[in-house]
């Protein structure tokens, strides 16, 4: 029998400890939270082994034994973005305990499913589950960065024989949403892809004091100035339409015939505008509808008085399943015309798994018992987990995004994820530790 308020104080401390080793990505750092977590396992029976890229970038696995069935992985990662402390309420890594919340920075990105991954594992030692497969946990380095060099990537690389787990779950869904008065769960299932990029305008240089035509800026400006107003085509995913349906499926009738219009490329603008929904959700089902681009640095000239011969664009390109680094460069050329280059500088592409699968299936079935009116739903995440650094090296992997958390009305702690005062609730911590559980039991149990 588990004592369940014991389970919530000792994985809220787990957490607390975990937000107080600052590993903001660069540089990381992580390895002072892999020894921590080193030692706790050790402390249980554990035989992790702790690997490092470099020093101070560390990744601690731990596997439980169980029968020949495919090994299962709870994965997390040990980093985090940085923060303005001057910004918070509570000191971004004092891990302090408010009010019933956790703050810090990772206390939702993603300290507190390490935590919560760490205690679900411990358990199953502890209550000695009989299990049909090896569970593996992983705590690992370099997510927030982008690239994963120092992380499961580079696992995969120098220690491969670390690394057996074509099962997942990790980060990116699990957290509730409201549409009117019918809730839902997210369990993401694929992420859009990466495709970073620069657009370049060449002229010619000269004096500030004599202006010309061939200026690389003004051509540079005049083609960024093609992405306003431009609505690139829409590319349905499987994830995004069994997300639409799902919700249309327990909307009223006229509801739910805006909702499916969304999946017809025709009316998914006008579809979209028409949902009950507030703005910021409608830029999100606006960006996983299709391929974004967002402009974020600019770079040209060196002094006031010189027209510089080349002027820069930097662009975040994120890209829908189905979609290659070619077929956006060609979205983007309708845009920016014939006067600027295109150079890629970095793609991952877009991942998706099956949505009826046996994990996903007793994911589903767990959250219908304990949340019986809340159906679970397939999610496509518009930005990026690890999932992009593993899928490209081990193709056959099936990787689910599922951290459980109902948030209160008027709360909206998701929105707080890289922003100030990031905090988790200690009630929804023991929550995830518990529902977890029950995945893995129900999942890899024996019988």
């Known amino acids: 029998m588990?004592?369940?308020?014991?389970?919530?104080e000792e994985v809220t401390g787990y957490l607390q400890d975990l937000i107080r080793f600052d590993t903001t990505n660069p540089p990381g750092n992580e390895t002072?939270?892999?020894r921590y977590l080193e030692e706790i396992l050790r402390r249980e029976g554990f035989e992790p082994t702790l690997v490092e890229s470099e020093p101070g970038r560390g990744n601690i696995l731990a596997t439980l034994p169980g029968g020949d069935e495919k090994t299962l992985m709870l994965l997390g990662h040990t980093d985090v973005v940085a923060v303005e402390p001057e910004h918070w309420t509570h000191p971004p890594f004092s891990g302090a305990l408010v009010d019933g919340y956790v703050w810090g920075r990772g206390a939702l990105d993603m300290k507190n499913m390490v935590a919560a991954n760490l205690m679900v594992f411990l358990l199953l030692k502890r209550q000695g589950v009989a299990l049909d497969r090896d569970i593996v946990f992983a705590a690992t380095a370099d997510e927030e960065a982008g690239k994963g060099d120092h992380g499961p990537g580079w696992i995969m690389d120098h220690r491969p024989e670390l690394w057996d787990a074509p099962l997942i779950i990790t980060e990116?869904?699990?957290?509730?949403?409201?549409?009117?008065?019918?809730?839902?769960?997210?369990?993401?299932?694929?992420?859009?892809?990466?495709?970073?990029?620069?657009?370049?305008?060449?002229?010619?240089?000269g004096h500030g004091?004599?202006?010309?035509?061939?200026?690389?800026?003004?051509?540079?400006?005049?083609?960024?100035?093609?992405l306003q107003g431009a609505v690139l085509p829409a590319h349905i995913s499987a994830s995004v339409r069994k997300f639409v349906e799902g919700i249309a499926a327990r909307r009223p009738l006229e509801e739910a015939e805006t909702w499916r219009q969304l999946l017809d490329e025709a009316t998914c603008d006008q579809a979209l505008a028409r949902l009950p929904i507030d703005e910021e959700w409608r830029r999100e089902l606006g960006a996983v509808l299709r391929n974004t681009a967002s402009v974020t640095m600019l770079?040209?000239?060196?002094?006031?008085?010189?027209?510089?011969?080349?002027?820069?664009?930097?662009?975040?390109?994120?890209?829908?399943?189905?979609q290659t680094q070619d077929?956006?460069?060609?979205?983007?050329?309708?845009?920016?015309?014939?006067?600027v280059e295109i150079a890629i500088d970095q793609y991952t592409p877009p991942l998706e798994a099956a949505a009826d699968t046996e994990l996903y299936r007793t994911i589903a079935a767990v959250m219908a018992r304990r949340e019986p009116d809340?159906?679970?739903?397939?999610?496509?995440?518009?930005?990026?987990?690890?999932?992009?650094?593993?899928?490209?090296?081990?193709?056959?992997?099936?990787?689910?995004?599922?951290?459980?958390?109902?948030?209160?009305?008027?709360?909206?702690?998701?929105?707080?994820?890289?922003?100030?005062?990031?905090?988790?609730?200690?009630?929804?911590?023991?929550?995830?530790?518990?529902?977890?559980?029950?995945?893995?039991?129900?999942?890899?149990?024996?019988?």
Not at 2 to 8: F, S, Y
Not at 190 to 205: D, H, I, N, S
Not at 219 to 225: C, I, P, Y
Not at 333 to 339: K, Q
Request: aromatic share 8%.
């Open 209 to 226: 004091s004599m202006p010309h035509a061939d200026s690389a800026i003004l051509k540079l400006s005049k083609a960024l100035a093609g």
């Open 32 to 34: 002072v939270a892999a």
């Open 2 to 8: 588990i004592d369940w308020d014991a389970v919530r």
């Open 299 to 322: 770079q040209a000239g060196s002094k006031i008085n010189v027209i510089p011969g080349a002027a820069t664009a930097w662009i975040d390109g994120r890209l829908a399943p189905g």
């Open 374 to 447: 809340t159906p679970v739903l397939p999610y496509l995440m518009p930005a990026g987990t690890d999932a992009k650094h593993i899928v490209p090296r081990r193709p056959e992997t099936q990787i689910y995004g599922f951290m459980p958390y109902r948030q209160q009305p008027g709360t909206e702690e998701m929105k707080l994820i890289h922003g100030h005062d990031e905090r988790t609730s200690v009630a929804e911590l023991r929550y995830a530790v518990e529902v977890l559980y029950e995945i893995v039991c129900t999942f890899a149990g024996r019988g």
């Open 172 to 205: 990116g869904g699990g957290s509730d949403f409201a549409v009117g008065d019918q809730r839902f769960v997210t369990c993401q299932t694929g992420q859009k892809g990466l495709c970073r990029l620069r657009v370049v305008a060449r002229g010619t240089p």
């Open 327 to 339: 077929s956006f460069a060609a979205e983007l050329r309708a845009c920016f015309g014939d006067e």
